[in-house]
């Protein structure tokens, strides 16, 4: 089982519309959640954290189910500049390595 | 906003030279790693470094590879003999603190062995 799974989509999605991905993880230990986007061939760029109480940054909104080892993403009101691979990342227990998932790609369309 | 910085953006080497990967974390920063994305593929972890040594190494990270801290200010990752499976795209990571401390991300660097 990979440690970090996500459906590598692509999701394609017009302008206006809510998107979700979702993500499971391995470790139960895993500390940390996060999810970063990464624009092509670009570096990855943080998101936001993910919090087991879960958290909203705008138009997105993160999940943490530690009970299901599960992590979703919920985007509103997609814009183009959305259009990017979402990465879902952990940390695992002994230390702070960071644990990629392959990403799932975004394609909001006008 | 302070930013990891990369040089150089590509390199372009033959299988078996050596390669030096320069990297200027943020200045503050304690931690620093490298990461390395084969092309259509995942983020992989190689290597941590804190208080002048390593912390943390994956399997990636064999005799090959070796990190070091020259100066104040940058971060290098050598690889000693590439090989044609070493062409990725290299990218060096700092934080703050450790342990769910965000990492930032340079721009990266890509490389290609022929």
């Known amino acids: 089982r990979k440690e970090v799974e996500q459906d590598p989509g692509p999701f394609n999605v017009p302008e206006g519309a809510t998107v979700a991905f979702n993500c499971t993880y391995s470790n139960s230990a895993s500390q940390s959640f996060f999810w970063y986007r990464q624009d092509c061939r670009k570096e990855p760029k943080l998101l936001m954290s993910?919090?087991?109480s879960g958290n909203e940054d705008g138009r997105f909104t993160a999940q943490l189910n530690r009970a299901s080892q599960y992590i979703s993403l919920l985007i509103r009101d997609s814009k183009l500049s959305d259009s990017a691979t979402y990465l879902c990342?952990?940390?695992?227990?002994?230390?702070?390595?960071?644990?990629f998932g392959g990403g799932t790609r975004l394609m909001v369309k006008p | 906003e302070p930013e990891v910085t990369q040089t150089p953006s590509h390199q372009v080497t033959q299988m078996g030279q050596e390669v030096i990967l320069r990297c200027v974390p943020i200045s503050n920063h304690l931690y620093f790693y490298w990461y390395r994305q084969i092309l259509g593929q995942k983020v992989e972890f190689l290597v941590s470094f804190y208080n002048n040594e390593i912390s943390e190494k994956s399997e990636i990270f064999d005799d090959q590879f070796s990190v070091e801290r020259p100066d104040g200010s940058n971060f290098t990752l050598k690889i000693r003999s590439t090989k044609l499976e070493d062409s990725a795209m290299y990218f060096c990571?700092?934080?703050?603190?450790?342990?769910?401390?965000?990492?930032?991300f340079g721009p990266g660097t890509r490389l290609l062995v022929l």
């Open positions: 990571a700092s934080s703050e603190a450790s342990l769910s401390e965000t990492q930032y």
């Open positions: 993910v919090y087991s």
């Open positions: 990342v952990v940390t695992k227990n002994a230390g702070n390595m960071l644990t």
